[in-house]
C-alpha cells in the first residue's frame, strides 16, 4: 500500500513503479470494479494495498471501495491478538479500517463462498490462512500466498524461517501436495521472481516443478 514511511517501503516494495491500481487499469479494471477481495493472512505483504490513505492523507479508506473483504476469523483473532514473533507483520492501520467499514466477512470453515472459488484453510504460516483454489476452464488455480511462496519452496523440507509452526506447515504441504498431484492443480506464486506458477509431478523424492511458466500457458 501507500501508507508506510521511506525506510519501510525501500525495505519492502520491490516492486519499482508499478502498483496494483496501476496493474489493474492495464487489465481495464477499476478498483470499483473489485467485488471480492480475498485477504489470504493480514502480514502487511498481503493485505496493504487493501487500505490507502485519504486524498487529504488525514485518515484511512477502502482501495476497493465495493468489494467484499473475506478473511478467516482465525486469522483475524490471530491478527488482531498477535504474538509477540509475528507481531510487526501486523499493522492495525491495515486491518481496522476494513472492520470498521463493515466490509469484512469473516469465513470459519473450508468451502466454496465466492461462485467457482473455494477457500482452503492453512495453519503452519500463521493461522487460518486462506488459499483460494480457483475454478476456470475445468481447471483449477491455487493461489499459493503463504503456503508455497516460490517454486524454490516446493521440495517437502524447504519450509520458511517465518512460519509460526513448522511441524502443521509439513502437514499442510502434505495434504496439499496430494491433492495438487491428483488434480492436476497449477500452483500459482504471490513470491517467485521467476517462476508466475507450475504443475507437479510425483518423483521418488516427493513433489517437484514438472513444468513452470506464465499462467496463461497452464490455462
Ligand atoms: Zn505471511
Redesign the pocket.
Known amino acids: 500500500g501507500d501508507k508506510q514511511d521511506e525506510k519501510f517501503l525501500r525495505h519492502y516494495y520491490l516492486n519499482g513503479e508499478a502498483t496494483l491500481e496501476a496493474s489493474l487499469a492495464k487489465a481495464g479494471v477499476k478498483p470499483e470494479d473489485i467485488t471480492d477481495m480475498v485477504l489470504t493472512?493480514m502480514?502487511f505483504?498481503?493485505c496493504g494495498g487493501s487500505v490507502k490513505y485519504t486524498a487529504d492523507k488525514s485518515g484511512f479508506e477502502l482501495a476497493f471501495p465495493n468489494a467484499t473483504y473475506w478473511a478467516s476469523r482465525q486469522q483475524y483473532q490471530w491478527a488482531t491478538h498477535p504474538n509477540r514473533r509475528e507481531k510487526a507483520?501486523f499493522l492495525k492501520e491495515n486491518i481496522l479500517p476494513i472492520e470498521e467499514s463493515g466490509h469484512l466477512k469473516l469465513i470459519e470453515e473450508e468451502g466454496e463462498y465466492i461462485p467457482g472459488i473455494e477457500f482452503k484453510l492453512y495453519s503452519g504460516?500463521?493461522d487460518g490462512?486462506v488459499i483460494p483454489h480457483i475454478h476456470v476452464n475445468g481447471k483449477t488455480v491455487v493461489f499459493m500466498?503463504?503456503l508455497m511462496p516460490s517454486a524454490a519452496h516446493i521440495p517437502m523440507p524447504w519450509i520458511m524461517a517465518?512460519d509460526t509452526r513448522p511441524l502443521i506447515t509439513l502437514q499442510d504441504r502434505e495434504r496439499f501436495y496430494k491433492e495438487a498431484l491428483e488434480n492436476n492443480y497449477i500452483l500459482f506464486f504471490e513470491h517467485d521472481l521467476y517462476h508466475e506458477a507450475a504443475v507437479l509431478e510425483d518423483t521418488p523424492k516427493g513433489a517437484r516443478v514438472k513444468e513452470a511458466g506464465k499462467l496463461e500457458k497452464f490455462l
Do not use: E
Request: hydrophobic share 10%; no cysteine; charged share 20%.
Open positions: 493472512h502480514h505483504d498481503h507483520s504460516h500463521t490462512q500466498a503463504d517465518y
